[in-house]
């Protein structure tokens, strides 16, 4: 059964930097056909794509709001996927999530992680 599980994150002033973490179980991050993506949500506010991979694990997409602030990384060995949030904003306060593998529409993921808390005190 593939799990994907995030962590990393917390409380944090504005300013300040958080490295979230993906652990994925029953699934090879760095697979060559497994693509993934990080995403955030926001109360009140529709799903927010932040960083797509790419099945070789070449960034694809970074959305605007975070581009020279975030850097997304995989540990082959560990089997992990990182999200590191440098100069975290207000507005950067959401929910995080990790997901992998490429679904069946454009854009899509097959598994995705239960989210973790991101807020960031202005």
């Known amino acids: 059964q593939v799990q994907l599980v995030e962590s990393g994150g917390g409380l944090v002033q504005a300013g300040g930097s958080l490295r979230l973490s993906c652990a994925a179980s029953g699934l090879t991050l760095t697979c060559s056909r497994n693509a993934m993506g990080w995403f955030r949500q926001a109360p009140g506010k529709e799903r927010e794509t932040v960083v797509r991979?790419?099945?070789?694990?070449?960034?694809?997409y970074v959305a605007d709001s975070v581009k020279g602030r975030f850097i997304a990384s995989r540990d082959n060995a560990k089997n992990l996927a990182y999200l590191q949030m440098n100069s975290l904003k207000h507005e950067d306060s959401a929910v995080y999530y990790c997901?992998?593998?490429?679904?069946?529409?454009?854009?899509?993921?097959?598994?995705w992680g239960q989210g973790t808390q991101v807020t960031v005190s202005s």
């Open positions: 997901a992998a593998v490429a679904g069946p529409a454009p854009g899509s993921y097959v598994y």
């Open positions: 991979l790419s099945r070789s694990g070449a960034i694809t």
